[in-house]
Every structure is written in C-alpha cells, then in structure tokens.
C-alpha cells in the first residue's frame, strides 16, 4: 500500500515538473531573470539575478529595445539550495526613470519593470488595503470595492458561548454580539492571538512613520474622517477585539468560529452557528499589549474618537488584571474536543508558553502609563535570544516598543534601555551578516528554515526588524538589505512569482482564500501576500520541487503554500510602507 501510494505520488510530482518545465520553456527568458517585477528606486541598489550556467553580458532597454545601460553578468559568491550557482545583473549606477527590461545575451528578456519615485507605492497601499477585502460583518460596496464588492457576511450579532467559555453571568448558550473585526485567513473565523500581532504591527507601522501614513489615502468608507486611513483600517478590527473581553472578569475569548471551517463560498452563503471559545492567557494578554499600544496610538485623535484611548486603557488594565490570576491558561483544542460539544475543529492558534506574551504585554503598559511596576513585575530579558516577532513569539515586539518610546519613557529610571536597543541593533547585524553572500543576495537566503509555512513573513519581518536597526542608528546598509527582502517578495526568488496579487507580472492567481476562489472573478483579490515557498507539505498537495525556495504552487488548495492571512500582510504592509517612507535614504 505505501509503495503504491508512493508511486502515485511520484507521478504526480513528475507530471508537475513537467507542466512547470514546459511553461517555463516557453517563457525561458522571463522565467531564468528573477526580479523585482514592480521595479527600483531611481537611487538605490538595483539587483536582479539570473538562472545560466555561464558568465555573459547584460543590457538593460526600453520597451522600444533602446539600449540604455550594459553589463557583465558576475557569478554568485555562494550557491543556491540546489547547489548551482546564480549570476548576478547589477544596473544599480543607472538612474532614469522610466519603463525598462532586462536583456540578457542568449537567453531573452525580463518582465517590464519601473525605475521611478515611489515605485512601490500602489504595493504598499494595496497590502492595507488588502485588510478592507477583509472585514466581518459588513457589504463591501463596488465604490471601495471595486468588481470585487460583495455582500455582508457573519454579522455576528448573535454568537453562542461555547461550553468552554462558560463564565459567572454567561452561561452555555448565551447570546453575545461581538461584530466587525477581520477574517483571519482563507477562512471566515476571528482568532485574537493572530489579531494581536498583526494589529500590533499595523499601528506600530503608523508609530515609526506617522507623517507618511497620514499621506497614504485608501478609499474605505472611513476616508476623510480626520484620522488616517491606516488607522481607521486597525479600528474595524479593534472594535471587534473589544467585544471579546468578558466585562465581569476581564478575560478574552480566544477566539469567534464556526465549529468547523465553512465550505468554499462567499461569506454571505456561510451561515453555520458562530461560538465565542475558551478565555485564554495567551489572548488575554496579547488583548493587553493592543489595548495599551491603541491607548497610546489614539490619545491624539480624542476629538474624533471621544473616550475611546480611555476605553483601551480600562480594558487593558483589566486585561493584565485576569492574566496575574491565571498565568496558564493554555488553549488546546483537543483537551477541549474531549470534554465539550460541539467539537471546534478550526485554526487552533495554541500556544503553550506564554511568558514572552507577559513580556509583550508589560512593556506596552510600561510604555503607555509610564510606568516602571510592569516591567518589574516581569523579567524582560530572561537570555540572550532575539527570537523574530510570529504570533507564536511576540517577546521582541516589546522590545521595538520600548526602544521606540526611550524619550517617553526616560524618565520612569527603567535600565534596560540602553541594553534592549543594543540587542536589537546586533541582531541586525547578525542578519546581514554574509547575505550579500548568498545566491539571491538577501537575508532569507541565509537558511533553509526561513523556509516554513508563512516564509513570506518571515522575510517581511526580518525586514522590520532591519528598518528597526536603521531608526535606531542611522545607518543606511540596514535599508538596503531590507529592500533587498522586499525584492525577494516582488519576485527576485527560486519561484519566479512575485508573491502579492496583482502586484508584478507572475503573480499568484489562485489563493486559498474563499472569497477569491468563490466570487466568480478571474483576478483574486489584490494586495494579498501568499504565505510563500514551503517544502514542508502539510497539505499533501503536490509541490513542483521540495528544494527549499522553490517549494511553492499556485493552487487553491494549496493552504500550506498558498494562503494568505492578516499576519503575513501585515508585517509585509510595514516593509513596504516604510520603505516608500524612507526611499530618498536608500543608495548603492
């Protein structure tokens, strides 16, 4: 049986090599000239890498075949993950804006790409934007949404307690209203572990470049209201994590779901039972840490929104509150599934060491009410590690608060300032560190186990954590490798797409997204990042290759490859945003 099984595998992963072998045949050019399909900034490094096995010449053209810059292609220092070397097309001294393509002797042309001012801008919108397509329990009109406007789903107005989540004043049954706030992922379900961070990372995006996100127009029904689109964005989804937390004790759901996933339908067609489940430590504290970080964000905008940085405050403190009484509350669906009915067989979001949640959430109070207490309470820096921000690990994001609000935070004798910036200043360094090295030229070249599911945001998080280093001290390399990230994303990478919808010429077009795969439209919803090249196959769907980087197919069932979620964009709507920020900075 398993031989069989392992032969009918094997046909199939020959029959998609072949496919793939055939389309890139007839494509061979664009496909072997891997690169930035959006394009480059006018002043910084343009880099694009090219699939041959000989030293050749390079020239970049207009779309009339003007030749306007030559070159030699140079040999990467390192191999690939398959062991063959790379060739590498450097145009960075040209500077002209316009439209242009590569052309590389004896093989063909690249895609079209831009030289220009702001060359990432619609990216960076669409990437927020992307968090309007969404919204819980509202119609998106064709004014914002365009062709891909549809009706209202999961009103949410009537949500069971689950048995889990019995509590004094709520019993099994009880009806609460907890609407708005975003789909998770290519389901229809709310989790507040994967909300915490990647709300986090939208309003800390607004924290590092206020001016800038002031500027950024997104065309949501909020827009002109006096508060900047971005923010207006992360409040849909704050709203909603505020009805989360039971009034009387100060806990928070875990999450809002179905009992199971819903089919392959448009949100409005999905009208299964919605449950509120089991309080958790971990969501409680990560409600913390966005409460306190809201509280601080929204202060300024107190004439538009009238007591609600108060609200933050409150319910964050009684947030903190029910986490000091129960510090171990662990999410775990099966002990659940084994105890109460119905069985909750969606996103599990467990996580079962939550002292760098304690950590997160701490420093955010410290920062937001100037207080030393919390951070006394908790031991900020148990070791040496500087784990990269996931929803699984948010210690660090504690550390970009507090080195971002020194000032703030200067005066309340706290000592470990210094020390914290100075960790993540050498963790950037060492990202850095020989990437230019490796066959691609960036940071998520480094290591095969960047690889993993979601390895789009581990690039985009790295990057964060770079542009972190470059605020810190000013020093522009940590800029150039974080483009280099963002180059990797947009298509400078062994698949050959660039991995947000609609955004570059090989672009994925079959997301595991249900509203993208049940609208009947063509194109799937834009600005969306797929989570990107894993060789790991949870979902036994055949991959063309299982080399590490290549490890990706565009299909719709392809979760493990080819899902999109809230916090994967966001960490990639910070990088592109910031770099859009900070691009007259960037140089060669």
């Known amino acids: 049986m398993f031989k069989k099984a392992l032969y009918i595998s094997l046909c199939l992963l020959s029959f998609f090599r072949l496919t ?10 664009k496909y072997k000239i891997r690169l930035n399909q959006v394009g480059f900034y006018p002043n910084a490094p343009k880099i694009v890498i090219v699939l041959t096995n000989k030293k050749g010449s390079f020239s970049l053209q207009t779309p009339d075949k003007k030749i306007v810059f030559k070159g030699i292609l140079k040999k990467s220092i390192q191999p690939n993950f ?8 450097n145009f960075s001294a040209f500077t002209k804006p316009g439209k242009y393509v590569l052309n590389v002797s004896g093989l063909g042309t690249s895609y079209t790409f831009s030289i220009s001012k702001n060359v990432h801008q619609q990216v ?28 209202m789903g999961h ?44 709300t986090y990372t939208l309003l800390s995006l607004y924290e590092d470049f206020p001016e800038y996100m002031k500027t950024v127009k997104l065309n949501i029904p909020e827009s002109g209201n006096g508060i900047p689109d971005l923010l207006n964005e992360t409040l849909w989804n704050l709203r909603w ?32 039972p919605r449950y509120v489940i089991q309080k958790s430590t971990a969501a409680t504290l990560d409600f913390t840490a966005v409460m306190a970080q809201s509280a601080r964000v929204f202060r300024q905008y107190e004439v538009q929104l009238p007591g609600f940085a108060d609200s933050c405050r409150e319910a964050a403190l009684k947030a903190w509150e029910w986490a000091q009484t129960h510090p171990h509350i662990i999410y775990n669906k099966y002990v659940l599934n084994d105890n109460f009915s119905p069985k909750i067989t969606t996103g599990d979001y467990g996580d079962g060491e939550v002292r760098d949640e304690f950590i997160w959430a701490a420093s955010e109070l410290f920062v937001t009410l100037k207080d030393i207490k919390y951070v006394h309470k908790i031991n900020v820096i148990p070791d040496v590690k500087m784990p990269l921000p996931s929803w699984s690990q948010v210690r660090v994001l504690g550390y970009y608060t507090i080195a971002r609000n020194s000032e703030r935070v200067a005066g309340t004798g706290y000592k470990n300032i210094a020390e914290i910036k100075k960790r993540i200043v050498s963790y950037a360094d060492g990202l ?7 066959a691609y030229i960036a940071v998520m070249y480094k290591k095969k186990a960047n690889f993993i599911w979601g390895s789009n945001s581990v690039a985009a998080n790295q990057g964060i954590a770079l542009i972190q280093a470059y605020k810190l001290t000013g020093d522009k390399k940590y800029l150039k490798y974080a483009l280099d990230n963002l180059d990797y994303i947009l298509g400078r990478n062994g698949t050959g797409y660039s991995f947000v919808t609609g955004y570059g010429s090989k672009t994925p077009m079959h997301p595991h997204h249900r509203p ?17 090249a894993n060789p790991g196959d949870e979902d036994h769907v055949p991959l063309p290759s299982f080399i590490p980087d290549e490890a990706y197919t565009d ?11 809230i916090n994967w964009n966001s960490p990639f709507a910070y990088l592109a945003n910031a770099l859009e920020a900070l691009q007259n900075n960037i140089s060669y």
């Open 20 to 29: 793939t072998s055939a389309q890139f045949k007839s494509d061979s050019g």
């Open 432 to 438: 850095i560190k020989d990437a230019s090295k490796t």
């Open 241 to 272: 994590m505020l009805t989360m937390q039971d009034s009387i004790d100060g806990g928070v759901y875990h999450k809002l779901t179905n009992a199971a996933f819903d089919k392959m339908e448009m949100p409005d067609k999905a009208t299964e």
């Open 555 to 565: 299909n719709d069932q392809a979760y493990a490859s080819n899902e999109v979620a």
């Open 82 to 89: 398959a062991g063959q070397y790379t060739w590498i097309a």
């Open 155 to 198: 009103p949410d107005n009537k949500v069971l307690v689950h048995a889990s989540a019995v509590s004094e004043g709520r019993p099994e049954g009880t009806l609460v209203s907890s609407p708005r706030g975003w789909y998770d992922a290519g389901d229809y379900n709310k989790y507040i572990v994967n909300s915490g961070i990647s």
């Open 516 to 532: 993208s795969i049940a609208d009947g439209i063509v194109d799937p919803i834009p600005g969306l990042l797929a989570g990107g």
């Open 124 to 151: 960076a919108n669409a990437s927020i934007k992307a968090f309007y397509f969404m919204r819980a329990s509202t119609p998106l009109l064709e004014k914002y949404a365009g062709k891909w406007h549809r009706a």
